[in-house]
């Protein structure tokens, strides 16, 4: 359980807090040595709501063109010169979220059959983009920094009206 405690480096994410996103990510390595323990902190996160667990990684060529930071489920892979303000933050941890609650494999999978409806409905990258539940629902509440501490579980789909 040492390991696990260790692994997850947790933080409240405090809106009061001015100083860098990166200054409150884990410090420590990510450090994986067993399939069954890397699958832990999924459900531990579930059941700490108030606590997000992140791990920033800058990368030049991920995600690709057009994107500036993405996230998977504990990563938050953003590009190089991408400013991580607060309300990027929770856009992202608000797709944390749901990727967990979702065991993340229905997330994905969700996501990708929703963006190809509403391509068919939109016929435009961008507003099919944008109208993805789970992007309805974190860029709505992007800027309400305390939103995860009291959403629902499985929120998104209030946004699913077409
Ligand atoms: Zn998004």
Not at 123 to 151: K, M, P, V
Request: net charge positive.
């Amino acid at each position: 359980m040492n390991y696990v405690t260790n692994w997850l480096q947790r933080y409240k994410f405090n809106p009061k807090n001015t100083r860098k996103a990166e200054n409150l990510s884990p410090k420590r390595e990510v450090k994986t040595d067993s399939p069954t323990l890397c699958l832990l902190p999924i459900f531990a996160c579930n059941f700490a709501r108030k606590h997000v667990f992140m791990k920033i990684v800058r990368c030049k060529w991920f995600p690709p063109k057009g994107f500036t930071a993405i996230m998977l489920v504990w990563w938050l892979i953003v590009k190089p010169k991408v400013e991580l303000t607060s309300r990027l933050i929770n856009h992202e941890e608000i797709h944390s979220r749901q990727q967990k609650e979702m065991l993340v494999i229905f997330f994905l999978l969700w996501y990708g059959l929703e963006y190809l409806f509403r391509l068919a409905q939109y016929r435009n990258h961008q507003t099919a983009y944008r109208n993805i539940s789970f992007e309805r629902e974190a860029y709505a509440n992007q800027f309400n920094l305390g939103y995860l501490n009291d959403r629902k579980f499985l929120a998104w789909t209030k946004y699913l009206r077409t």
